[in-house]
């Protein structure tokens, strides 16, 4: 089995925000499984589905962004997920918008989510989905961080989010079915 975890924020008001790009992919995998998230545990909505013939959990904590890591933990353990078959996607401001990236491991670059979840699993070597949403830029952009994730996107930047949902949902399709380094191949390239 396959855990597929989408980080965000829980509730209405962060629903479409940047830094709930993690559960608007997971929304969109959901559909293409055919499942939902139709269970409560885990302080997490958690549902099952299929991809290629393999099981897949699928996960969106709901303990806020800096504590999300305990879901994801709590999770693998019930299910004895090892830690190379769990995808985290997640918002990325090292990347531009729309750049999506496949990587296994590496640092948490300041995430207060995957710093959560490397904490929580006691390893970094789960697969991460980094979906660019660029970061604020000018003076002072350091301190406007924290508004910036947790702004909605812009019109134009809107015109274009659901093709990058797409595909992000295909690299995780693809590497629930033919592993890392295929899927690393196919879709890391810059587009």
Not at 40 to 63: D, H, I, M, N, W
Not at 87 to 104: N, T, W, Y
């Amino acid at each position: 089995m396959k855990l597929i975890c989408g980080l965000g924020n829980p509730g209405r008001e962060y629903e479409r925000h940047r830094h709930n790009i993690g559960f608007m992919v997971v929304e969109a995998l959901l559909s293409r499984a055919r499942a939902e998230l139709n269970q409560e545990k885990f302080q997490a909505r958690v549902g099952q589905g299929s991809v290629g013939g393999e099981r897949v959990l699928f996960l969106e904590p709901q303990t806020y962004m800096n504590l999300s890591g305990r879901s994801l933990a709590d999770a693998a353990r019930f299910y004895k997920i090892a830690v190379e078959d769990i995808l985290v996607i997640h918002d990325e401001l090292d990347l531009p918008f729309g750049r999506l990236q496949l990587k296994a491991g590496g640092g948490t670059g300041g995430h207060n989510g995957l710093k959560s979840s490397v904490q929580c699993l006691g390893a970094d070597g789960f697969i991460r989905l980094r979906f660019g949403i660029g970061k604020p830029e000018g003076p002072n952009a350091k301190e406007r961080v924290a508004g910036y994730v947790l702004s909605s996107f812009d019109d134009g930047e809107r015109r274009q989010l659901e093709e990058f949902i797409g595909r992000a949902s295909d690299m995780a399709e693809v590497w629930v079915r033919e592993g890392l380094a295929v899927a690393m191949n196919r879709f890391n390239r810059r587009a």
